[in-house]
């Protein structure tokens, strides 16, 4: 009995999709990290413009002001620094997809050598 539920999961492991990410989430991941790189360029406009605001209020004697753009600054590096990763863990996943295919296809390549070496033994165990 336990051969037999074996042989069925390992037989729908074999059958399931040969490929963990679709043509479709590859295009997805693409336009992603196009994405991103557009919002990075956009953000590091709007950061130099922001640095030069920062120093006519210096010039001006508007510390307080230059104080609280400075906050803004810092806030807008980090999310440009966030997108960054995102645009690298997406590149990432982009580069390793075809490994983790490879190591899965012959993973089941394995599975589906076991049940066919453990099925002869099965026939002798039940007759």
Do not use: Y
């Amino acid at each position: 009995m336990a051969l037999n539920s074996g042989l069925r999961s390992a037989s729908k492991l074999f059958k399931s999709s040969q490929q963990l990410v679709s043509k479709s989430d590859k295009t997805c991941l693409n336009l992603a990290i196009s994405r991103i790189k557009l919002l990075q360029n956009k953000r590091s406009l709007h950061l130099k413009k922001m640095r030069e605001e920062i120093a006519q209020f210096l010039q001006t004697g508007q510390e307080a002001i230059a104080r609280i753009r400075v906050e803004h600054v810092i806030r807008e590096q980090n999310i440009w620094a966030a997108h960054e990763i995102l645009e690298l863990f997406c590149e990432f996943i982009l580069t390793r997809v075809p490994i983790l295919e490879t190591q899965r296809l012959s993973q089941n390549v394995f599975v589906s050598r076991d049940v066919e070496q453990e099925q002869p033994n099965s026939s002798r165990e039940f007759t």
